[in-house]
């Protein structure tokens, strides 16, 4: 998705901090952090999918609104942090950071090449769902630990309190934009082609 630049320009231009947005209130420095945002968000994803894990063969309801909201909740975050917050990442990164930045991107193609597309292969009310969707709460959980241990303590010193607020002040407009939800859909709709040719394979 990164290689996609028209995509990436659709909603924005990568750069911070982003003038087009002016905070309002210097309280708004003072309180918002972009760091914090995405740690949030990966702790509601670890609760979601700790109750995903708690569901039964017979739960195929409960484990199709689950999977919803996981993947409500994740493609955004993860279509942010690969077309803004990453890229904005490597400009001031050093060796080490572009390493740990590679690894982030590779995680991310295979949550979303592989491990996404066989959970949608995998029917709700099998043993398959439950072992597929168990490696895909491992893979987000393994990701998040690595962003959290690596990059967003070196995000804390390469970006200034103001910086940080000014991301997350224009995470919170492009997720409630009409190009994340047209953005959202697309992604969903490729999943499930991808789910097609991963169930023909199986
Ligand atoms: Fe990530
Ligand atoms: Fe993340």
């Known amino acids: 998705m990164h290689r996609d630049e028209t995509s990436v320009h659709a909603f924005s231009t990568g750069k911070v901090p982003c003038s087009a947005h002016p905070p309002t209130t210097a309280g708004t420095f003072m309180t918002r952090d972009i760091l914090k945002t995405l740690k949030a968000e990966h702790d509601e994803l670890r609760g979601l999918f700790a109750e995903l894990k708690e569901t039964t063969d017979r739960g195929v309801k ?26 904005a990442f ?38 398959e769902f439950a072992g597929r969707t168990k490696v895909f709460g491992e893979f987000v959980d393994h990701h998040a630990k690595e962003e959290e241990s690596t990059m967003f303590k070196m995000a804390r010193q390469m970006f200034s309190a103001q910086e940080r607020a000014q ?5 919170e407009n492009w997720k409630q934009s009409s190009a994340s939800a047209a953005m959202i859909a697309g992604e969903k709709a490729k999943a499930g082609i991808r789910s097609m040719a991963k169930s023909m394979t199986q």
């Open 62 to 87: 409960k484990r199709e609104g689950l999977l919803e909201k996981i993947e409500d909740a994740l493609i955004p975050h993860a279509k942010w942090e690969e077309t803004v917050f990453y890229p």
């Open 90 to 127: 490597k400009e001031r990164a050093d060796r080490e950071g572009l390493q740990a930045c590679a690894e982030a991107y590779t995680e991310h193609h295979a949550v979303e090449n592989t491990v996404i597309p066989e959970v949608h292969a995998a029917d709700p009310g099998s043993p």
């Open 167 to 171: 991301f997350d002040e224009d995470y």
